[in-house]
């Protein structure tokens, strides 16, 4: 494993109890970073705690990223224990199952909308400023390669991650002349707890997709994205980085 230097850098990651979040706080404390767990799951935030606790500095908050009262709350939280937020990982999402879009209910395509763009736009909204007062920030938001290609049978996911590479291009513009730099990463599936909500002729699709012939490993998410929570990372914002295996075509 190679090195990055996180040392004294403090970073939440949201859906941090499990998958690629999970792997990402792994990879932050083996690089020296202090790091916050952001999960709705509470009995899971415990679980990871207690494991990475063994690895580095851990703290927990339990947040419902659609409530801004609620990530207000959780900001004031970290920065009173920590005194700063110098990395945010917005990894936390949802698939919503599999249907065709015009058998897709509302209710659940607005449930997707919800936690996996405007939750990443209501974090950055209540993080930024003071990413902005220090001068310092980086802002990961993890996409996926359904919003570059558009996965049939999954028009609400791929939207939603559609829209959150819009929302870091944007970001990342508004932001480059600050010192917080924002990118976002597109990978192809990875074997997480996110499969138990699809299909598996859906994971078959998926898997046929990829060159490389295999899925993701978290671990290889969470390498770029702790490059991209670095100082390494000086001169890119508004990026999207390919993690598919060879899937992305541009």
């Avoid at 990402?24 to 207690?50: C, I, P, Q, Y």
């Avoid at 736009?121 to 919003?147: F, W």
């Avoid at 994971?203 to 671990?219: A, K, N």
């Avoid at 670095?230 to 899937?247: L, W």
Wanted: charged share 20%.
């Amino acid at each position: 494993m190679n090195q990055i230097d996180l040392n004294g850098r403090v970073a939440v990651i949201t859906g941090g109890a499990r998958g690629i979040g999970y792997a990402a706080a792994e990879r932050m404390l083996a690089s020296g970073a202090t790091v916050v767990l952001w999960d709705v799951d509470a009995e899971a935030l415990n679980g990871a705690k207690a494991v990475l606790s063994a690895k580095g500095a851990v703290s927990t908050d339990v947040v419902e990223l659609t409530d801004e009262n609620n990530i207000a709350a959780a900001v004031k939280a970290v920065i009173d224990r920590h005194g700063k937020i110098d990395i945010l990982v917005n990894n936390a999402g949802i698939t919503g199952g599999n249907a065709k879009t015009w058998e897709l209910s509302p209710e659940v395509w607005r449930r997707v909308i919800e936690v996996n763009l405007v939750a990443p736009y209501l974090v950055c909204h209540a993080v930024v400023p003071h990413m902005m007062e220090k001068g310092y920030g980086r802002i990961v938001n993890v996409a996926s390669i359904a919003g570059k290609e558009g996965n049939p049978n999954a028009s609400h996911y791929s939207a939603s991650k559609a829209g959150l590479i819009g929302l870091t291009k944007s970001l990342g513009k508004e932001l480059a002349q600050h010192g917080v730099l924002v990118n976002c990463i597109t990978p192809a599936a990875a074997k997480t707890d996110i499969f138990k909500s699809m299909t598996q002729q859906h994971i078959d699709f998926m898997l046929s997709r990829i060159p490389m012939g295999r899925f993701l490993e978290v671990d290889e998410a969470a390498a770029m994205i702790a490059w991209l929570s670095s100082g390494d990372c000086a001169f890119s914002t508004g990026a999207v980085f390919d993690i598919s295996g060879g899937r992305a075509v541009y």
